[in-house]
Nanobody, 119 residues
Framework: QVQLVESGGGLVQPGGSLRLSCAAS????????MGWYRQAPGKQRELVARITSSGDTNYADSVKGRFTISRDAAKNTVYLQLNSLKPEDTAVYYC?????????????WGQGTQVTVSS
């Protein structure tokens, strides 16, 4: 069994910051790509940022220069630092991790954490 547990969402004013965390646990052999997606009401889920096992990153154009993704391999954890937040960043944020267990290589999703940017 594999679990992804997210934390760090909340309500913040425009221009504020948050840090999201997603920790993977269970019978994990290897972790490959780790990423964050978000879904706003009435919109499709979209990629926010991704980081490979070697540390290469890519970001959605809308968050470049404001968000930073990082990972701690020892803790099987991926982070998303959100700075200069805007109301349009309001969404449920989901982590996604591609990893290998004893039986398979699959993508796993976190439960989602709400980020609300409002004055």
């Amino acid at each position: 069994q594999v679990q992804l547990v997210e934390s760090g969402g909340g309500l913040v004013q425009p221009g504020g910051s948050l840090r999201l965390s997603c920790a993977a646990s269970g019978s994990i052999f290897s972790i490959y790509n780790m990423g964050w997606y978000r879904q706003a009401p009435g919109k499709q889920r979209e990629l926010v940022a991704r980081i490979t096992s070697s540390g290469d990153t890519n970001y959605a154009d809308s968050v470049k220069g404001r968000f930073t993704i990082s990972r701690d391999a020892a803790k099987n954890t991926v982070y998303l630092q959100l700075n200069s937040l805007k109301p349009e960043d309001t969404a449920v944020y989901y982590c996604n991790v591609r990893l290998e267990t004893r039986w398979t290589v699959s993508n796993y999703w976190g439960q989602g954490t709400q980020v609300t940017v409002s004055s």
